[in-house]
T-cell receptor, first 115, second 114 residues
Framework: DTAVSQTPKYLVTQMGNDKSIKCEQN?????MYWYKQDSKKFLKIMFSYNNKELIINETVPNRFSPKSPDKAHLNLHINSLELGDSAVYFC??????????????FGQGTRLTVV | AQSVTQPDIHITVSEGASLELRCNYSYGATPYLFWYVQSPGQGLQLLLK??????LVQGIKGFEAEFKRSQSSFNLRKPSVHWSDAAEYFCAVGAAGGGNKLTFGTGTQLKVEL
């Protein structure tokens, strides 16, 4: 039973298109995240949501819009895709903000390729 | 702001040899420290974590790490490496006050020679 699941696993699309990546966690966590891993494998946080409320937005272009319909889901919508958006996007979740145990559980990643 | 440095981009060891991957962090308060492993094409799996208490922490797959506050380090060790340990290893620091975000190092790619 997958703890953090993302779909799709692979996504190939043309420049200018709009696409979404979905994420669901069944761990009962309050906090969810999107991380971006670039071609050099550097991981950087993009967004953090706590109980459907945006907590962190790390100067991500506004073409990226996260949406959290409930605390178990955090989707990422990307408008007007650019070549530089090609990366692996990881969803993660952890227990409540401020909790001593801040261990994050990661999904398998979505490899986005913009052509 | 917190930061993490992993000085070694690539490390190659022979199977059965010992391993130490270095990690240095910068954080103003008591850090929460993690090591994650990423196998090719896979997500990140937590190896071990340090929040408080005993500075030598044991993790999965025979890994351990030691927190040294004086050196701002959290090095990962394994006494005998197996070929299946070949992967990318990431050290990360977390901050409860910072929205629980993790700041990662640039990773160390481990190759294991048979």
């Amino acid at each position: 039973d997958t703890a953090v699941s993302q779909t799709p696993k692979y996504l190939v699309t043309q420049m200018g298109n709009d696409k979404s990546i979905k994420c669901e966690q069944n761990l009962g966590h309050d906090t969810m995240y999107w991380y971006k891993q670039d071609s050099k494998k550097f991981l950087k946080i993009m967004f953090s949501y706590n109980n459907k409320e945006l907590i962190i937005n790390e100067t991500v272009p506004n073409r990226f819009s996260p949406k959290s319909p409930d605390k178990a889901h955090l989707n990422l919508h990307i408008n007007s895709l650019e070549l530089g958006d090609s990366a692996v996007y990881f969803c993660a979740s952890s227990q409540a903000l401020g909790a001593l145990n801040t261990e994050a559980f990661f999904g398998q990643g979505t490899r986005l390729t913009v052509v | 702001a917190q930061s993490v440095t992993q000085p070694d981009i690539h490390i190659t060891v022979s199977e059965g040899a010992s391993l130490e991957l270095r990690c240095n962090y910068s954080y103003g308060a008591t850090p929460y420290l993690f090591w994650y492993v990423q196998s090719p094409g896979q997500g990140l799996q937590l190896l071990l974590k340090y929040f408080s208490g005993d500075t030598l922490v044991q993790g999965i797959k025979g890994f351990e790490a030691e927190f040294k506050r004086s050196q701002s380090s959290f090095n990962l060790r394994k006494p005998s490496v197996h070929w299946s340990d070949a992967a990318e290893y990431f050290c990360a620091v977390g901050a409860a006050g910072g929205g629980n975000k993790l700041t990662f190092g640039t990773g160390t790619q481990l190759k294991v020679e048979l």
